[in-house]
Each structure stands twice: as C-alpha cells, then as structure tokens.
C-alpha cells in the first residue's frame, strides 16, 4: 500500500493527527481544531497542560478497565490551578494504557464517583491535544472567557 494512500485513508478518521511527506496540516484543519479545543474547554470544568507521571488499572467488570492516570499541572487553563492531579478513562479490558512521553493539553470532567481513585475523568476522543504555541494561545483565551461560575458542561455527563 503506497504512502500516500494510507494517509488518505487515515486522514479520513484523524484528520488533525496526518501529514504526508512531513507537511504541516492545511489550515483549514488547524481551524477546526483550534475551534474544537476552544469548545472543549468552555465545555469542561478542567483543562491544563499537564505532564503525566504514573499510570495504574483498576478493574471495573469483565469487559471494562479504569486506566488512572496521574501528574503534574505545568500551565493552569481553567480549574485547578496548581499541584498533582488525576484523571480515569475507561477502557475495553486488554487496551493499552498509551503514556504521553510530553506533557499534553487536557480537557477534563469532574469525577464524582467515590469508586474511582481520581480527581476527574476522561469525557472521550478529542480530551487531548498536542501543545503548540497556537493551540495553547487558543486555549489561555478559551479559559479566560469562560463562566467561572458554570454548573453545566455538555461534554460531561
């Protein structure tokens, strides 16, 4: 299969992640993220650029896992401002726990469940973003505007 084919093919389902021959993806795609993470972040309670440390499972049933991810906020978007946090994602039992070697920008919700040993949980695909300067900038504003006395996040259940 050529290159530029497989590209193509996963262009289609992670439009935002794929580049051919080195080239940075077209702007319009660098739009539509910009404007997803800044919905992101009006619609969760916590984002941070944050640098993870550790990560441990937790069984939840026969076909689910909580993968706990812990570590350090780096830059404070909106939420917590500083110090040690964690964050649950749920997973289908014998996925992979993916580490992020760099720190990353995350977007995350409360976690009121007492069963699970975190501070917040992963609302799904699209919670992470890689840093760069236009994203955080993107980011920094979003937080900056949002209602800080919000109740109510769409992305959050």
């Not at 830059?75 to 964050?87: E, F, K, L, V």
């Not at 890689?130 to 109510?152: N, W, Y």
Request: net charge negative; proline share 6%; charged share 15%.
């Amino acid at each position: 299969m050529r290159k530029g084919f497989l590209c193509l093919l996963v262009a289609a389902f992670l439009p935002l992640n794929c580049s051919y021959a080195g080239q940075a993806p077209s702007p319009s795609m660098l739009d539509a993220q910009q404007d997803f993470l800044q919905r992101s972040i009006q619609q969760t309670p916590f984002s941070a650029v944050v640098r993870v440390h550790s990560v441990s499972s937790i069984t939840d049933d026969k076909a689910l896992v909580w993968h706990i991810y812990r570590g350090e906020i780096i830059t404070p978007i909106r939420g917590q401002q500083s110090g040690d946090i964690s964050y649950a994602m749920l997973v289908e039992k014998g996925e992979e726990a993916l580490f992020p070697a760099a720190p990353v920008l995350l977007t995350l919700c409360l976690n009121e469940n007492a069963a699970i040993p975190s501070d917040f949980y992963w609302p799904g695909t699209g919670a992470e973003f890689a840093i760069t300067p236009e994203l955080l900038q993107v980011a920094q504003l979003a937080g900056a505007r949002s209602d800080q006395t919000q109740k109510a996040f769409i992305m959050c259940d």
